[in-house]
């Protein structure tokens, strides 16, 4: 996994509920990659958070891969891939709000990777309560991300980044599920729109850092 530029106060997200066996179908506007309508105010910062949030797509879906393949050896790979991408964001988290807060999303983002894996796990199982109590978890962590992202930035409203992160878990969801059934077109949909909202999760946290921080972010 490439190494991002130490752009300060990349922030994470995540969550949600969509179509598989135990999700509600969620739909996507917009399944091809988000392009900006004007120029950001922090354009490295956009970039890099676009990267990271690009790595954590790419990451879990090279997991969920590995275990519809049943390779494990792939599968521990990929797992490694996702703690790297969380720890580069909890790392530039710190780098803004300080080492607290840091640790404080490393371990948010750990509480979403658990759900991402515990969902994916399932589908491969076809464990249909184990990927509902995943879910569960994944609405919950989703809570308490949009609590200390809005705590840390008035420019993230609560309610406005679980929306995004409610997407973004639908998205993962709806992933797992096609690919644990071996659908490629509706796996290739889902991913489009899944990169898609990635950008736009991206865009609207870097915007949120650019207001609170604008020497930092520019």
């Known amino acids: 996994m490439k190494t991002l530029p130490a752009l300060a106060g990349v922030f994470a ?14 739909s996507e506007a917009a399944p091809t990659r988000a392009a900006a309508t004007t120029a950001p105010a922090a354009p490295k910062l956009h970039a890099a958070m676009r990267g990271l949030w690009q790595g954590h797509a790419a990451t879990t879906r090279d997991y969920a891969n590995a275990v519809k393949a049943g390779d494990d050896a792939a599968a521990n790979k990929a797992a490694d891939a996702v703690v790297a991408n969380a720890r580069q964001i909890a790392d530039a988290v710190g780098g803004f709000y300080g080492d607290a807060a840091g640790k404080q999303m490393l371990e948010l983002l750990a509480g979403h990777w658990g759900g991402v894996k515990a969902l994916t796990d399932a589908g491969k199982a076809g464990d249909n309560a184990a990927g509902a109590k995943a879910m569960q978890d994944l609405t919950a962590n989703a809570d308490a991300i949009a609590k200390f992202l809005s705590g840390a930035n008035p420019n993230l409203p609560e309610s406005a980044v679980k929306n995004l992160l409610v997407t973004h878990a639908g998205h993962h969801a709806q992933l797992v599920g096609d690919l644990m059934k071996g659908d490629t077109a509706a796996a290739a949909k889902t991913w489009s729109a899944m990169q898609a909202h990635m950008d736009t999760i991206a865009d609207a946290l870097a915007g949120g850092i650019a207001k609170q921080f604008p020497a930092k972010a520019s």
């Open 13 to 26: 997200l995540a969550i949600a509920f969509t179509a598989a066996p135990w999700c509600a179908t969620t």
